[in-house]
């Protein structure tokens, strides 16, 4: 299947056909991975790494990351 390079405003764009997308299960706004290789152009589908709680936990060091902060005075009809 051949593609065309075409201009699209400052950039530049090729169209993948819709029987490619589907069969893929890709969908709009979905984020891709492009590399070359010998002279290819690979277009893989990110894939976000999900981090368990323990896996966050682990990674902790123990440091307080929140930072210092002043209630300012009410703005409108707030009760303090």
């Not at 070359?36 to 999900?50: A, F, G, L, P, R």
């Given at each position: 299947m051949e593609a065309r390079l075409q201009k699209w405003g400052n950039s530049v764009g090729i169209r993948i056909p819709s029987n490619i997308i589907k069969s893929l299960n890709?969908?709009?706004?979905?984020?891709?991975?492009?590399?070359?290789?010998?002279?290819?152009?690979?277009?893989?589908?990110?894939?976000?790494?999900?981090?368990?709680?323990?896996?966050?936990?682990?990674?902790?060091?123990?440091?307080?990351?929140?930072?210092?902060?002043?209630?300012?005075e009410p703005q409108g009809r707030e009760i303090w």
């Open positions: 890709l969908k709009i706004n979905d984020v891709l991975e492009l590399e070359t290789e010998d002279k290819k152009i690979i277009i893989t589908k990110s894939v976000k790494k999900t981090i368990s709680l323990e896996e966050r936990f682990k990674a902790y060091n123990g440091k307080n990351l929140a930072k210092d902060f002043e209630w300012d």
